[in-house]
């Protein structure tokens, strides 16, 4: 065996053993999930009775659909928001010399920082006050702030690879500044929004502590925080068959958006980092 | 169609640092005027203003008689060529192309046709429908040409265009542009650093330099004429040989050798702006000189030795370039030149000034042999060594080309609007 070939497969069997430890809570959901409910803590990993039992009780569950409805809805309205102000805020910062922009990025750096729990507290207070507890804004509004600054920095990489020149010609050609950012700085970020737009919802799709926090009924309730409220057949059961089956249903959305875009992602995240 | 005027235009940039100084420059319509300069000379800042790509600090600019100041570039009814090309490319040459056209709600019907004409001028008509990215360069140089020519704009503005080709494509498209240009008559602002381009392509030629205006003219004006020491040596390829000298009455002395002035050369200094006291520059191209033993007539002309160092044979003529033992000349002006020409940094030969001379391919002229050479007095260009301006007026001699000023819109030996070359006097350093 050569020195190459040794390292090779080195390198596999390093990877292979990433990949094993990582997937196992994911496979053992997946397994857990189609386990009757009575077998759910036998201990076994693979399930004696297959079922989809679970599936079809967590539908008929009105606590999911609505969570599921409520999940896609504030996920895709914080995430457009969040995306369009950003589009706007990152172009700003990557064509635009005015004062302060240091600061601004510094602030929207900091924010990104903020250890979201600390807000919880204070927003709950206001929250109720202000009446916007239990709300679809209540949760869009904390959701689209804690996006911002992530999309500010991906946008404005790829704003910034973009030449100046063809604005100036989009210009020069007879657009307006907006025409110009319209139809020829979009389209060629169009890479970048989408990469931004995925990061973005999947942040809000995950949630816990806002949407645990900020609701309590199947008016705002997303998915993590509905799951959490699952009854049991008793006061004394966990529903871990339902439990596993829902986790199931919203994960592998997620991962499949991933896994699509993943090339994107990559090099969305990386922009602007090396002269390309 | 349109006359663009500078009047006293200034660029200041928050920093106090001045682009452009007082400009002062008149394009007649249809005429292609070509701004020229090393970089960072200001030009291409020029160029963008009458865009509006960049703000005007101070004066006026007119298009068409109207003061557009405050015009947004859309607005200003002006198309741009850009040095990258600027093309989209997420869009089709087609749609490149029509863009402008789009935007201003020309109907689709005119916008096809439009493009299908330009298409069939710039010789692109099967590569419509294909995106920038698989297009080779010239091909994409045509296509930002046609973006601005389907238009029909009042002027062109181009800026730097030919600079991302290469060199046999740049004489190519040079020609092509000068054609587009004459058949469309339509009014045009060329930058570019390249004198070649400047010379084969202009109906007249800007110079500038540190963001003042040197000399406005036509080409064989410019080089006939040069009003400065700047444009002199930016003027031509190779460029203008400098040997300081002394005028003594009837005598010019220099390092290699006593001249008598001529007559044609007397009459022009007694016309011109008088100076030169504390000595004097004295220009000749390479082209004025020859090897002596092909002159049959060496009276029109003065006769020296010098020990050739390289002699450069391009087949149609040599190259040969000696040294000249002298203090040498130094100058601003000079020294900006050869740091444009990147020979900044070569080691100065301290024994003195290097001379190139243009031979005919007949001579008999060797490398690291004495030679004699030869070379025309009439021609002689003579500049003060402290303004470094020029001392020769337009009291023109019977044996000197000297061409008249462009259209007579200003006398040969001051550039336009009275744009003062000696606003920043060169100090001798």
């Known amino acids: 065996?050569?020195?190459?070939?040794?390292?090779?497969?080195?390198?596999?069997?390093?990877?292979?053993?990433?990949?094993?430890?990582?997937?196992?809570?994911?496979?053992?959901?997946?397994?857990?999930?189609?386990?009757?409910?009575?077998?759910?803590?036998?201990?076994?990993?693979i399930p004696h009775h297959w079922t989809l039992s679970n599936y079809s009780d967590i539908f008929?569950?009105?606590?999911?659909?609505?969570?599921?409805?409520?999940?896609?809805?504030?996920?895709?309205?914080?995430?457009?928001?969040?995306?369009?102000?950003?589009?706007?805020?990152?172009?700003?910062?990557?064509?635009?010399?005015?004062?302060?922009?240091?600061?601004?990025?510094?602030?929207?750096?900091?924010?990104?920082?903020?250890?979201?729990?600390?807000?919880?507290?204070?927003?709950?207070?206001?929250?109720?006050?202000?009446?916007?507890?239990?709300?679809?804004?209540?949760?869009?509004?904390?959701?689209?702030t804690f996006a911002l600054p992530l999309s500010i920095y991906v946008l404005s990489a790829f704003f910034r690879e973009i030449p100046w020149e063809l604005e100036q010609a989009a210009q020069?050609?007879?657009?307006?500044?907006?025409?110009?950012?319209?139809?020829v700085i979009v389209p060629l970020a169009t890479p970048g929004i989408v990469t931004t737009f995925i990061l973005v919802f999947i942040i809000c799709w995950n949630d816990f502590v806002f949407a645990i926090s900020l609701t309590s009924t199947t008016a705002a309730q997303t998915v993590p925080a509905a799951i959490s409220t699952f009854p049991g057949v008793s006061q004394f059961t966990v529903p871990y068959g339902d439990i596993a089956a829902a986790a199931v249903v919203v994960t592998v959305p997620v991962m499949l958006l991933v896994l699509l875009f993943q090339r994107r992602i990559v090099s969305g995240l990386t922009a602007g980092a090396v002269k390309g | 169609m349109a006359e663009i005027e500078f009047d006293d235009i200034t660029k200041r940039y928050p920093d106090g640092f001045e682009a452009v100084k007082h400009f002062n420059l008149d394009v007649p319509d249809g005429e292609l005027m070509i701004l020229v300069g090393p970089s960072g000379c200001g030009k291409s800042t020029a160029l963008r203003m009458v865009a509006g790509l960049e703000d005007i600090s101070d004066g006026e600019l007119k298009i068409g008689g109207q003061v557009v100041?405050?015009?947004?570039?859309?607005?200003?009814?002006?198309?741009?060529?850009?040095?990258?090309?600027?093309?989209?490319?997420?869009?089709?040459?087609?749609?490149?192309?029509?863009?402008?056209?789009?935007?201003?709600k020309v109907p689709q019907a005119e916008i096809d046709q439009k493009v299908n004409e330009a298409a069939k001028i710039l010789d692109l008509e099967q590569h419509l429908e294909r995106k920038p990215a698989n297009l080779s360069g010239g091909q994409r140089q045509r296509v930002a040409m046609g973006r601005a020519i389907v238009r029909n704009p009042s002027a062109f503005l181009m800026d730097e265009p030919l600079s991302n080709l290469d060199a046999k494509l740049r004489v190519q498209m040079r020609t092509e542009i000068s054609r587009i240009q004459h058949d469309l008559h339509t009014t045009t602002i060329y930058v570019t650093h390249d004198q070649t381009e400047a010379m084969t392509l202009g109906d007249r030629i800007a110079v500038m330099r540190a963001g003042i205006l040197q000399q406005v003219g036509q080409p064989t004006e410019l080089y006939n004429n040069p009003t400065n020491l700047f444009v002199a040596g930016f003027i031509g390829s190779p460029s203008m040989n400098f040997?300081?000298?002394?005028?003594?009455?009837?005598?010019?002395?220099?390092?290699?050798?006593?001249?008598?002035?001529?007559?044609?050369?007397?009459?022009?200094?007694?016309?011109?702006?008088?100076?030169?006291?504390?000595?004097?520059?004295?220009?000749i191209r390479p082209e004025d000189?020859?090897?002596?033993?092909?002159?049959?007539?060496?009276?029109?002309?003065?006769?020296?030795?010098?020990?050739?160092?390289?002699?450069?044979?391009?087949?149609?003529?040599?190259?040969?370039y000696f040294v000249v033992e002298s203090e040498g000349v130094s100058s601003t002006e000079l020294e900006e030149l050869a740091q444009d020409a990147g020979a900044a940094d070569l080691p100065h030969s301290h024994e003195g000034s290097q001379v190139v001379a243009r031979l005919d391919a007949a001579s008999r002229v060797r490398e690291h042999e004495e030679a004699e050479l030869w070379f025309n007095v009439?021609?002689?260009?003579?500049?003060d060594v402290e303004s470094g301006r020029t001392l020769l007026g337009d009291g023109a001699g019977p044996d000197v080309a000297r061409q008249p000023a462009a259209a007579g819109q200003q006398p040969a030996s001051e550039p336009t609007g009275g744009a003062s070359p000696a606003g920043e006097a060169p100090t001798t350093g």
């Open chain 1, 1 to 45: 065996m050569s020195h190459r070939a040794r390292e090779t497969s080195g390198w596999s069997l390093a990877i292979l053993v990433v990949v094993v430890f990582s997937l196992v809570p994911v496979v053992w959901i997946v397994m857990l999930s189609l386990k009757t409910s009575a077998s759910a803590t036998d201990g076994s990993f």
């Open chain 1, 60 to 144: 008929k569950l009105g606590t999911f659909t609505d969570a599921l409805r409520n999940s896609i809805g504030i996920g895709l309205i914080s995430t457009l928001l969040a995306v369009a102000l950003a589009c706007a805020a990152a172009y700003a910062i990557a064509r635009l010399d005015f004062p302060g922009k240091a600061a601004i990025l510094a602030v929207a750096l900091a924010v990104a920082m903020f250890p979201q729990i600390s807000l919880v507290g204070p927003l709950y207070n206001l929250w109720r006050q202000i009446g916007l507890y239990d709300t679809w804004p209540g949760l869009i509004i904390p959701y689209m």
């Open chain 2, 378 to 383: 009439d021609h002689l260009h003579l500049f």
């Open chain 1, 172 to 183: 020069v050609d007879g657009a307006t500044p907006f025409q110009a950012f319209m139809k």
């Open chain 2, 69 to 104: 100041n405050e015009k947004a570039p859309k607005d200003r009814d002006i198309a741009m060529v850009f040095q990258n090309y600027a093309l989209y490319p997420h869009m089709t040459v087609r749609e490149n192309m029509g863009f402008a056209l789009k935007l201003a």
């Open chain 2, 243 to 283: 040997l300081p000298g002394e005028l003594d009455g009837d005598q010019l002395h220099l390092p290699i050798g006593t001249v008598r002035i001529p007559d044609s050369v007397r009459r022009q200094l007694d016309s011109g702006p008088g100076g030169g006291r504390s000595g004097i520059v004295a220009g």
């Open chain 2, 289 to 320: 000189f020859e090897d002596a033993s092909l002159i049959s007539d060496r009276s029109r002309g003065h006769t020296f030795r010098a020990k050739i160092d390289v002699l450069e044979a391009m087949g149609s003529e040599y190259f040969a």
